[in-house]
């Protein structure tokens, strides 16, 4: 790829950036990329919603979670810093950490409180809190990334349809094909130094979910474009437990004993707990991929950074910094949930200095022909979202 073909944002040079283009496809929602679900029409946001004039508006993230995952919720964290640089609004983000009982009624008070005028939250688990919790606060817009309400007002469902209610969706799956396009490549070619004669890679989730599935999903086809058997060289176990996002020592036990089976490349789709993989890497001298940020960009340990030859970029941080930007313009559609894909360069693959040291040119040409081919609509790429 030459220099010329790149995509170059603010934060890491990507093969494919994220495009804050205000033409972005509308379609699919999770529960079956990529074409969205019926449901009820679309709207604006309450005019009631919106702060006095002149006033800044004020947004607040709620995490089910803590910062520091160097991943998923950090890339929220930029898109709040983005959002207060450029559009001068006041941010702040209340971190629930990792106890699910703390989750709703933190919440509850996060939404009960009259400092904000757009409260965040992401993830799957937050969402039936959202359908609950939003429609107590008509004057209020709500935002979800990565999962979604439940917009039909079916049993615990919103009981106003979410029409105060954003959702951004990114098709992890897409992202993830073309991470399994040059991983298959990797493997078939034999192409990374000190990993000769291992065959396999290993993919850690956080939990048997849907949504981490989805990444699993696409991985295993854009794998499977190399001619060989996912079945056969994709091991994949979950962390599981109390903490399956939040337990790097399990990642590290997991992706260990990867490696021991054959692993040249684990990946670790765990949040922090897939931290605990770099670990692992490290210790064994072989070569690990990132997740939802660039995790050779946000990984500070150097040792670990090393082993990093790329990640699936989900961009979170420019995902909430377009919807501020749509909404002070008016045109963020509340009601329904947006999915947004590679074609909307929202998903994709890190392009750094790891990424031209161990992809020779060759397997770089077959990604970029992936991604162009997904783009288009010429390859569609399966879903765990049925």
Known sequence: MSKGEKTVNKRTSAIFGFTLAASLILAACAPAAPTAPAGPAATQA???????????KRVKLVLNGTLGDKSFFDSAQRGMEMIKKELGYEVRTIEL????????????????????????????????????????????KFWMFDAGPDYEGKEGGCSNKCENVYTVLFRQNEGSYLLGVLVGELIKAGALPGAEGRNKVGIVGGLDIPVINDFIVGFKQGFAESGLNPEE????????????????????????????????????VAGNSGNGVFEAAVEKKLYALGVDSDQYQTIADPAQKATIIT??????????????????EGKLVYGAPESIGVAADAVGVADNENYQKFVPQDIQAKVKAAYEKVAKGEVKVDSAFK
Do not use: C
């Open 46 to 56: 309450p005019a009631s919603a919106a702060p006095a004039a002149g006033a800044k």
């Open 97 to 140: 950490g990792y106890d699910r009982n703390k989750w709703e009624p933190g919440l509850e008070d996060a939404a009960a409180a009259d400092d904000y005028d757009i409260l965040v939250a992401g993830t799957f688990d937050m969402s039936s809190y959202i359908s609950r919790i939003a429609p107590q606060h008509p004057d209020k």
């Open 233 to 268: 060289h994709v091991l994949v176990q979950y962390v599981g437990g109390d903490s399956p996002f939040n337990n790097p020592a399990k990642g590290k036990e997991i992706a260990s004993a990867m490696y021991d089976q054959g692993a040249a490349i684990v990946w670790g």
């Open 311 to 328: 990640s699936m970029l989900k961009n979170v941080d420019q995902g909430l910094l377009r919807a501020a930007k749509l909404d002070a």
